[in-house]
C-alpha cells in the first residue's frame, strides 16, 4: 500500500496508546555503537539523544520530547513560540505531532509524556547529528531521537505440506508444527524436552477449531497481511476496505486502517 502521509515514525511509536506502553525513547541511553558512531555529541548532551544507532536511519527527519513549558504554547496554538524555544535558527521544514491522540486516550497520553513528542523535519543534505545536537542543547527539548528506517524480513515459504490425515500425529498439516512444542510437545524434539510441557493447544482446539468473532491485535510488532499463511485469517475493516481512500470511513481517528494501523509510519495497513 502506498504511504499516504509523510510519517515516519520510529520502530518505538509501534506502542499504542491503548496498551499504555512507554515511548522507548523516554530510557535515553546510548549503546556502544552510537557512542563510537556519534563521539562528536557532547557528553553533557548525549543523555538526552537515545535510540539504537545499528541499521539505518531517515536523514530528514529526528523526534524530540519537548518540555511540558514548550508544550504549553503548542496548546494554545502559539507554534512561533514553541519554534523559538527549540531553536528556529535551524530553519526546520516541519514541526509536528508526532501522535494523533484521541479524546478517549487524552489523559493517558498526557500521564506518559506522548503528547509532547514531535516530527522535526529538515534538509536531507543537513547532518542530521549536527541537528540532533543542537536541539539537545535547548532547555526545551527533553529528548531526541533518531528514526530508525524499517525493513521487512524475508518470510521464507513451505515447499510441501504434509497430508492432513487421521494418522498424522500433529492435528494440523503444518510439516514444521512440531517445532512448536510450546503448543503440543510429545518429547519427540529434543531430550530436553519432557513430554507433555505444553499449553495443551490441542485440548482447546477440540473444542472449538476457531471463530471468525475472535480478532487478535498483534500490538507489538508488525503483521505481513498477505503472507499466504495469514491472509485468509486477517481480520478485514470493511469500512475503510470499501471507503474512500484517503478518508476515515469508520470515524474511529485512523485513516485506511484496512488491516490495522502502522505506528511506526503514522498511516494505515
Not at 515516519?8 to 525513547?25: E, P
Not at 495469514?230 to 484517503?246: F, I, P
Amino acid at each position: 500500500m502506498e504511504m499516504k502521509h509523510n510519517y515516519r515514525y520510529a520502530a518505538s511509536l509501534l506502542s499504542m496508546i491503548c496498551a499504555g506502553s512507554i515511548f522507548q525513547a523516554c530510557e535515553a541511553s546510548l549503546s556502544e555503537s552510537e557512542t563510537e558512531m556519534r563521539q562528536e555529541i557532547p557528553a553533557t548532551l548525549s543523555s538526552k539523544i537515545a535510540g539504537d544507532a545499528e541499521g539505518s536511519f531517515v536523514d530528514d527527519e529526528l523526534l524530540l520530547m519537548v518540555s511540558e513549558e514548550a508544550y504549553h504554547y503548542w496548546e494554545v496554538g502559539d507554534s512561533v513560540a514553541l519554534a523559538d524555544m527549540v531553536r528556529t535558527d535551524l530553519r526546520l521544514d516541519y514541526f509536528r505531532p508526532a501522535l494523533e491522540v484521541l479524546p478517549k486516550n487524552e489523559k493517558l497520553a498526557r500521564q506518559l509524556g506522548l503528547d509532547r513528542w514531535f516530527v522535526a523535519g529538515f534538509d536531507a543534505g543537513t547532518d542530521a547529528v549536527s541537528i540532533a545536537t543542537r536541539l539537545a542543547s535547548s532547555h526545551s527539548v527533553e529528548a531526541v531521537q533518531f528514526i530508525k528506517t524499517g525493513s521487512c524480513a524475508p518470510s521464507g515459504t513451505v515447499d510441501k505440506y504434509a497430508e492432513d490425515t487421521r494418522s498424522n500425529p500433529y492435528f494440523t498439516n503444518d510439516p514444521l508444527f512440531h517445532y512448536q512444542w510450546n503448543l503440543y510437545n510429545d518429547g519427540s524434539l529434543d531430550t530436553y524436552f519432557s513430554s507433555g510441557a505444553d499449553v495443551g493447544a490441542t485440548y482447546a482446539w477440540n473444542l472449538c477449531g476457531g471463530d471468525p468473532r475472535v480478532v487478535v491485535a498483534i500490538i507489538d510488532g508488525p503483521v505481513k497481511y498477505d503472507h499466504e499463511d495469514l491472509a485468509d485469517n486477517m481480520w478485514v475493516n470493511q469500512k475503510e476496505l470499501q471507503g474512500t481512500e484517503g478518508v476515515d470511513d469508520d470515524n474511529n481517528g485512523y485513516v485506511d486502517d484496512i488491516y490495522g494501523y502502522n505506528f511506526a509510519q503514522g498511516k494505515g495497513a
